[in-house]
């Protein structure tokens, strides 16, 4: 499942967050690319040092932890502190794959996740695409947005053109681990939800709110 969602960041986070990367000094983000995604990724990010680092990564993390979507379609069993990254022109991230295993924390990569930090006017290119069976499709979010995708899938991000293109990713180890089986979880929640919106707490919320948390039993992985 791909899954668009807006508003993961206020207003005024977004602000404090662009803020803080204006003054930040970037370095080479192929120092921490694998060794074959090293060969098509050129870019720069904000280095483990950075005073600025710390603050925005905490901003991030209450905002994931906070937005209920989020939570309810990737189920979340560990977050990868997000890595910032900046396109100039001219820079661009080949098609690849993420890897499997994650270091610090120890980690296993199931959902990936594009925070858009730029407002899409101000950068030309610079689209995230996601390279599926169906074809490929291309992202260019609102500032504040964010993109979960599997980290099975191969994607890129094509070239900046002009501007300057800032990112947050991240990855997720979900206490569901299959794709498919988060999917129909968030379907069953979100009809539930739907469900008793509309009509309160009847014997069919009830049945589905028993298969909903019997395939949870069934599927979580800790």
């Known amino acids: 499942m791909i899954l668009?969602?807006?508003?993961?960041?206020?207003?005024?986070?977004?602000?404090?967050?662009?803020?803080?990367?204006?003054t930040a000094e970037?370095?080479?983000?192929?120092?921490?690319?694998?060794?074959?995604?090293?060969?098509?990724?050129?870019?720069t990010q904000l280095p483990r040092e950075s005073p600025a680092l710390p603050v925005v990564r905490e901003l991030i993390s209450q905002a994931l932890q906070r937005h209920a979507l989020f939570q309810m379609a990737v189920r979340p069993r560990l977050i990868r502190p997000v890595t910032i990254s900046r396109y100039e022109a001219g820079m661009a991230y080949g098609s690849h794959i993420d890897n499997a295993l994650m270091q610090n924390p120890l980690m296993r990569s199931d959902v990936s996740l594009t925070l858009f930090l730029s407002d899409p006017e101000s950068y030309e290119g610079g689209e995230l695409v996601i390279?599926?069976?169906?074809?490929?499709?291309?992202?260019?979010?609102p500032a504040g947005s964010a993109i979960a995708y599997p980290s099975s899938t191969l994607h890129r991000v094509e070239a900046v053109t002009q501007g300057v293109r800032l990112a947050a990713v991240t990855w997720v180890q979900s206490l569901v681990p299959d794709p498919q089986q988060r999917e129909v979880?968030?379907?069953?929640?979100?009809?539930r939800q739907v469900l008793f919106e509309t009509s309160?707490?009847?014997?069919?919320?009830?049945?589905?709110?028993?298969?909903?948390?019997?395939?949870?039993?069934q599927w979580m992985n800790f």
């Open 185 to 191: 979880l968030f379907d069953l929640e979100t009809a």
């Open 26 to 43: 970037f370095v080479d983000g192929r120092a921490t690319a694998g060794w074959h995604a090293r060969l098509v990724k050129n870019n």
């Open 4 to 22: 668009c969602m807006g508003e993961i960041l206020t207003t005024v986070e977004l602000e404090e967050i662009t803020a803080k990367l204006e």
């Open 200 to 217: 309160g707490k009847t014997p069919v919320f009830d049945l589905i709110s028993k298969s909903h948390a019997n395939l949870l039993r």
């Open 131 to 141: 390279e599926s069976t169906e074809g490929e499709a291309g992202f260019k979010l």
